[in-house]
Structure formats: C-alpha cells, structure tokens
C-alpha cells in the first residue's frame, strides 16, 4: 500500500478553503486513513502540532496587542 505524503498531510490538516481541490483531498485522505494506521497516526500528530502552533501564535498576538507602543523621548 501506497502512503500518504507529508505534503498531501500537511494540506489536509492545514487548508482553509473549501474548494473543489481540498475537497477531493480531504477525501483522499479519509479514505487512506480508514485503511491505514501508519498514515492515520502522521494525521493525528500533524493535527497536534497544527493546533499547537495555532494557540501559541494567539497568545503571541494578544500579548503584542496589549504591549504598550514605545515612548518618544
């Protein structure tokens, strides 16, 4: 069995926009991971990482929004 590759991964668990191409993605890659454990476990830590990284550029956000601009002399 063919895997997924990490472009097809991180595509599917990054994509934004609901088109035609992510579509078919999304399906492709459903599909592999009923069959496939290997894959299906990449998806999950892709999915982690992703999540992970989304909460940690928040939080940078909120604390540049609330740092108070530099004083000119």
């Not at 492709?28 to 894959?39: G, M, Q, R, S, T």
């Not at 992970?52 to 530099?70: G, N, V, Y």
């Amino acid at each position: 069995m063919d895997h997924l590759t990490i472009e097809q991964i991180v595509g599917f668990v990054t994509f934004d926009d609901m088109n035609e191409d992510a579509m078919k993605l999304a399906a492709k890659v459903n599909a592999h991971i009923l069959k496939c454990p290997h894959c299906l476990e990449l998806v999950q830590s892709y999915q982690l990482l992703d999540e992970a990284f989304d909460r940690e550029f928040a939080k940078a956000e909120i604390e540049l929004q609330t740092m108070s601009p530099p004083r000119s002399r």
